[in-house]
T-cell receptor, first 112, second 116 residues
Framework: QKEVEQNSGPLSVPEGAIASLNCTYS??????FFWYRQYSGKSPELIMS????GDKEDGRFTAQLNKASQYVSLLIRDSQPSDSATYLC????????????FGAGTRLAVHP | GAVVSQHPSRVICKSGTSVKIECRSL??????MFWYRQFPKKSLMLMAT?????????EQGVEKDKFLINHASLTLSTLTVTSAHPEDSSFYIC????????????FGPGTRLLVL
């Protein structure tokens, strides 16, 4: 079992719709969770972090965390073509130097 | 947010040469930085953890004599790809750990290496 799992996609949504990206993780001791966006040929950009169960909203983005289910999600409201990118879920592995463990990423395509 | 820079952004070199990549945290001190590589359409692969003032910690399967890491100051880590070969061609990305109420990592823009 991979430490962080994501559906590779592509996830295709029409412009203006809600895009829902999901991620599961295996280490129950994890406390910090992140969503990064990566455009083709570019490095990852941090868009959301979440540490407590529930929802966290920032503009059009909402991160959801359920530690009991070991599940993290990212909702993008009013999706725009500029949101088309690969979204990486990352979990901070506790202990030592606190490494970020990445999922393989979900490719999102927002079509006009 | 926080700003992390990398230099160079792109490098082309001949097989057998060494290439140095710099990673700088511009507006915060980073005792720990990380080096990743990414092949096309693949996820990030952590290569090593760079610690200021001490030896880097390499992930399993990463040759420490091939990928030399130096973290000489709180804002600078360097990765040197020694005797580069075409299979070393990749996208190398660093990140810097920023401490605060919550720890967060910020990525540099990446360095694209092409070894001919």
């Amino acid at each position: 079992q991979k430490e962080v799992e994501q559906n590779s996609g592509p996830l295709s949504v029409p412009e203006g719709a809600i895009a829902s990206l999901n991620c599961t993780y295996s280490d129950r001791g994890s406390q910090s969770f992140f969503w990064y966006r990566q455009y083709s040929g570019k490095s990852p950009e941090l868009i959301m972090s979440i540490y407590s169960n529930g929802d966290k909203e920032d503009g059009r983005f909402t991160a959801q965390l359920n530690k009991a289910s070991q599940y993290v999600s990212l909702l993008i409201r009013d999706s725009q073509p500029s949101d088309s990118a690969t979204y990486l879920c990352a979990v901070l592995r506790p202990g030592g130097y606190n490494k970020l463990i990445f999922g393989a990423g979900t490719r999102l395509a927002v079509h006009p | 947010g926080a700003v992390v820079s990398q230099h160079p952004s792109r490098v082309i070199c001949k097989s057998g040469t060494s290439v140095k990549i710099e990673c700088r945290s511009l507006d915060f001190q980073a005792t720990t930085m990380f080096w990743y590589r990414q092949f096309p359409k693949k996820s990030l692969m952590l290569m090593a953890t760079s610690n200021e003032g001490s030896k880097a910690t390499y992930e399993q399967g990463v040759e420490k004599d091939k990928f030399l890491i130096n973290h000489a100051s709180l804002t600078l880590s360097t990765l040197t790809v020694t005797s580069a070969h075409p299979e070393d061609s990749s996208f190398y990305i660093c990140s810097a750990r920023k401490f605060g109420p919550r720890e967060t990592q910020y990525f540099g823009p990446g360095t694209r290496l092409l070894v001919l």
